[in-house]
């Protein structure tokens, strides 16, 4: 177990776009069979709301989707293509559906870069659907007191969204650039 406390629900609780940023450079933390595995956040991609075509909540509401309408800081993580799981984390108030999906990470100066290769090294599944991420279990997000400016974050558009038109070319992506 960390020395480190996990994010609160309040740190989730705020629009998307600045808790995805607000996470690159913060860790998570997963604990399985392998051990305690620390990973530095390096790329997120924002989904906010039922008007984002990019955002499973754009079709509406569904038992898929109900998750996104919870409350903050409750992982969501899913199945595409039949092979690959993405984690998300919940954001915002409960009843408007937002969350981030976590893309990469660092481990032990390795980088994990894809969101299926993260979940792959990680062991996250379906079993980890609707976790509440906030109370130190199993897998939760950590500060470690290491401060990311702004100048080291890059906004791009997201990835794999291309059926959401102009959605699609928001930059809504985040990823760490530069360290310091």
């Known amino acids: 177990m960390s020395t480190f406390k996990p994010l609160s629900r309040s740190f989730f609780n705020r629009p998307t776009l600045v808790v995805a940023r607000s ?4 860790y998570l933390v ?16 924002a989904y906010v709301g039922v008007e984002d075509k990019a955002c499973h909540a754009s079709k509406g509401r569904t038992a ?4 996104l309408f919870g409350p903050p ?7 595409i293509y039949g092979m690959y799981h993405m984690l998300n984390v919940v954001t915002e108030r409960p009843e408007f559906p937002a969350a981030v999906l ?11 870069d894809g969101p299926g290769k993260l979940s ?14 906030t109370n130190g279990q199993a897998f939760w997000f950590e500060d470690r ?3 990311v400016t702004t100048r080291q974050v890059g906004t791009f558009p997201r990835i794999g969204v291309d059926y959401a038109g102009e959605w699609a070319k ?3 992506r985040f990823r760490l650039t530069e360290t310091g």
Do not use: C, F, P, Q
């Not at 898929?64 to 998750?67: A, G, L, P």
């Not at 800081?73 to 199945?79: P, R, W």
């Not at 976590?102 to 994990?112: Q, S, T, Y």
């Not at 792959?120 to 991420?133: A, N």
């Open 170 to 172: 928001k930059h809504w």
């Open 102 to 112: 976590i893309r990469a990470i660092e481990v032990d100066g390795e980088l994990i």
């Open 23 to 26: 996470l690159v450079g913060k």
């Open 120 to 133: 792959r090294e990680l062991e996250i599944d379906r079993s980890l659907h609707r976790l509440d991420m």
């Open 145 to 147: 007191g290491k401060r």
């Open 30 to 45: 997963r604990e399985n069979r392998k051990g305690t595995i620390l990973g530095k956040i390096i790329d997120v991609e």
């Open 64 to 67: 898929r989707t109900e998750v």
């Open 73 to 79: 800081g409750i992982s969501y993580v899913y199945l």
